[in-house]
């Protein structure tokens, strides 16, 4: 049987390897992960058994150590098959490629297992007899905090949540396990927290910016279905609540957060106050534990012995994109399930004070880094080029300083001696002159060694040890190199696949994307943008944006450092505004397929609808009635007269008219644009200047300025019914939404907002001829199709 190599190390294997294999004649394990076998782009193994009791105490297996250097033209006459075909009936073989043994049938009836050669499996089991404990016998709990079920609707950017009124009590700070990198949690994602102080569901009908934006999506969210195909609401959850939120070990601040899935071992102290997504699982000590107990197993789980050793009983997921990467397998992805990180082998003597400088020097690094030192004021290009500088010295600081920790680390666990630890302060290096990269770039220049590493991390191989370091660590690093070379242990974790690659953004685009961010928050600010209603906000041309802005220093700075000095201010504006901004309309969002999923969807809101005038009927007809017997009344009657509300289909990338819409947009057609954009109804006197309005107004506001807009087309340009079409169907799309949430009275109005715009909007229908059909109808005219050659002589002509 040929099978994907998952269920080595997946939870779901357990049953098979404990109780399946052990009752039948399992014969021959083959780990072809890194042989290339066309059709299977998974890491694979085959397996060779018979259907009859075991009959051998042993099974012959082999395991991998190196990929395919490239894809065969004959996977036949790969080196890596041939290994295995040449190699398999060799007991104890053992080549650059697969290693053959026999091993024993108790030791397979464990789970996980380690299918790596060269002398891997005998290195994992060396490591664990150093061990004191396990790592599960040290904490009080190790796995997910929280999961939302609907990432889409809870987890966005901190700006979005201001912009939608959202409570500062209800967000919360997002760990995300793919921004978990480096000794330091990056993740700049916020979540709405539905939730108390004490960590009980909030009142959501008494918070209504929190109900209003949740509303919605209320059906998706009450329907997610939890473990064992129950829906959220079957399982005893209220509509708004994540899924599952494990708040005993959020009550406790210091937690080590680590990255679920990721080519190595990344984990981070957090000192509270934040969120984990289900990417990002924690570490909780007890909560006796101290900073320094933290530090200290931070230090070894940031080891590279603990990255192979994760490596040998984690899950391989394979190469980017999900295939098998046979040749470079410092690119593989590993899933860090809670399971097997429990079982990580710890010793005594953890290395404290290395794992606090290194904790230090990342997160002074991270305040250095563009998106944090361009977040407020805008610093003087001096400021920034020292920031720069600085944050490149404490990386230098920190590949040097992780070096001395996986040496010592080494000693801990019995593979060298204390003499490979430096007793200086190391100097700063860079990635490339680490011992394993000096061995590996003699072996890369004479052509003996083949690799992308150096390439991939843009650093020159260096085959000798930099001159300019202190004697005393050139002696340090020499007998690390020798070190290296006599043990094959050594060999096994000094190497691409476990060593820390320090992977990092260029800083020109860490800079750019900081300061894109920055003009953006500008564009937003209140001095452009009134908060309230009173009176109701314009819509603005991008080129006034511009002129207002003009006299102000620190935004022509930010634009000169982002498109370069002079650069035409209104062009770069409507530049960033169309990548931050979503059509008014729902016909110029939309494509056809997108419009079907959008009636749909409108057909669940007027049911939603339909439930809270049940809910609010019953409420005030039984308001001094037990609340128990409230809520039975209130099921009785949505049985009665609203049928169960099916849940809408989610939006696909297809859906949408454009790339940017879909990306600010998504599945769930949340609204995280910065601004709305009008396009077609931009002022004739400067059609090249786009019309946009805050995103941040609700629906009452964006109607009143729409319609303030409609009535200066009217007086300004006295325009027609075709011009006039889309910005009446853009009121009508609005309307629902104020009936819905502003039914109140305006005093100046003498009636509802709602009833005022209703009327205005009938008004304008009547006096052009037009009916609401027709308004719903509209369509942007198609895009005009270029013709080429004689076509286009001839069209010319004609």
Not at 57 to 80: H, L, N, W, Y
Request: with cysteine; glycine share 6%.
């Amino acid at each position: 049987m040929i099978v994907a190599k998952s269920f080595m190390n997946r939870e779901f294997g357990k049953k098979l390897v404990q109780s399946f294999f052990p009752s039948i004649d399992l014969t021959h394990i083959l780990d072809t992960s890194v042989a290339h076998i066309p059709g299977h782009g998974t890491p694979t193994a085959i397996l060779m058994g018979r259907n009859r009791a075991p009959v051998a105490q042993v099974v012959r297996a082999v395991m991998g150590i190196k990929g395919e250097p490239s894809t065969p033209t004959d996977p036949a006459q790969g080196v890596v098959w041939n290994a295995i075909v040449r190699q398999i009936d060799q007991r104890g073989s053992e080549s650059e490629w697969i290693t053959v043994a026999d091993v024993e049938r108790s030791i397979l009836s464990k789970h996980p297992w380690s299918m790596a050669g060269g002398g891997a499996a005998e290195l994992k089991e060396t490591i664990e007899e150093q061990a004191i404990c396990p790592l599960n016998d040290r904490t009080k709990s190790i796995g997910i905090t929280s999961f939302t079920l609907e990432d889409n609707a809870y987890i966005q950017e901190r700006g979005f949540w201001e912009r939608a009124g959202i409570s500062p009590s209800h967000i919360r700070g997002m760990s995300v396990g793919d921004e978990v990198r480096d000794w330091v949690d990056q993740s700049r994602a916020a979540a709405l927290f539905p939730y108390n102080a004490d960590f009980t569901p909030i009142d959501i009908d008494a918070c209504q910016p929190e109900f209003r934006f949740l509303w919605p999506f209320r059906t998706c969210l009450e329907n997610s279905k939890m473990f064992g195909g129950e829906t959220k609401v079957e399982s005893g959850l209220l509509w708004h609540e994540y899924g599952r939120l494990t708040a005993n070990k959020l009550k406790t601040p210091l937690s080590i957060a680590f990255s679920f899935v990721a080519t190595h071992n990344h984990f981070v102290l957090d000192r509270g106050g934040k969120v984990f997504n289900r990417s990002s699982p924690i570490i909780k000590l007890p909560e006796s534990a101290n900073a320094d107990e933290h530090l200290g197993l931070l230090g070894l789980l940031n080891s590279s012995t603990a990255c192979f050793w994760l490596q040998q009983v984690c899950h391989n997921k394979g190469g980017p994109g999900g295939g098998s990467s046979k040749d470079e397998k410092w690119h593989d992805f590993f899933e860090h399930d809670a399971s097997k990180v429990k079982k990580f082998p710890l010793v005594e003597g953890p290395p404290v004070s290395i794992a606090r400088t290194l904790d230090r020097l990342a997160r002074e690094r991270s305040a250095l880094l563009p998106s944090i030192f361009l977040s407020g004021r805008l610093p003087a290009v001096f400021e920034v080029s020292a920031a720069r500088v600085e944050a490149e010295n404490i990386l230098r600081q920190m590949i040097s300083w992780q070096e001395e920790l996986d040496w010592f680390v080494y000693r801990l666990y019995g593979l060298t001696d204390a003499s490979l630890v430096s007793e200086i302060i190391p100097p700063e290096i860079r990635v490339g002159t680490r011992a394993f990269e000096i061995l590996m770039a003699k072996d890369y220049l004479s052509g003996r060694l083949q690799t992308r590493w150096f390439e991939w991390l843009k650093c020159t191989p260096c085959p000798d040890v930099p001159v300019n370091w202190p004697e005393e660590y050139k002696a340090v690093v020499q007998n690390r190199i020798a070190a290296i070379e006599r043990s094959r242990d050594l060999r096994l974790i000094e190497s691409m696949n476990c060593k820390r690659r320090w992977e990092t953004e260029p800083w020109e685009t860490l800079e750019k994307a900081a300061l894109e961010e920055w003009l953006l928050n500008r564009l937003e600010a209140r001095d452009l943008w009134q908060r309230d209603a009173h009176p109701a906000p314009k819509l603005r041309a991008v080129r006034e944006l511009v002129d207002v802005l003009s006299g102000d220093e620190e935004f022509r700075r930010a634009l000169d450092l982002y498109a370069g000095s002079g650069s035409d201010a209104h062009a770069t504006v409507v530049a960033l505004v169309q990548q931050a901004s979503v059509p008014y309309l729902d016909a110029l969002r939309y494509s056809e397929s997108g419009l079907r999923k959008r009636a749909v969807w409108q057909n669940t809101w007027l049911m939603q609808r339909r439930e809270d005038a049940i809910d609010a009927e019953v409420a005030q007809r039984l308001a001094d009635a037990p609340m128990q017997v409230i809520k039975d009344e209130k099921r009785r009657r949505k049985s009665m007269e609203v049928c169960a509300i099916p849940v809408p289909p989610k939006y696909k990338q297809d859906d949408y008219r454009d790339g940017v819409s879909w990306k600010l947009r998504g599945a769930l057609d949340v609204t995280k644009e910065r601004f709305v954009s009008f396009p077609g109804l931009e002022r004739s006197n400067d059609a090249g200047s786009p019309m946009l309005l805050w995103a941040g107004y609700d629906a009452k506001a964006r109607a009143l300025a729409l319609t303030g807009y409609l009535y200066e087309m009217l007086q300004r340009e006295g325009a027609d019914a075709a011009r006039l079409t889309p910005a009446l169907a853009g009121l009508d799309e609005l309307l629902p939404w104020v009936h819905q949430w502003h039914p109140e009275i305006d005093d100046d109005l003498g009636m509802s907002t709602g009833d005022y715009l209703q009327g205005l909007l009938d008004a304008q229908l009547a006096q052009h001829g037009l009916t609401l059909s027709a308004v719903r109808a509209w369509q942007p005219p198609a895009p005009v199709r270029r013709t080429r050659g004689r076509r286009a002589s001839a069209a010319a002509q004609a």
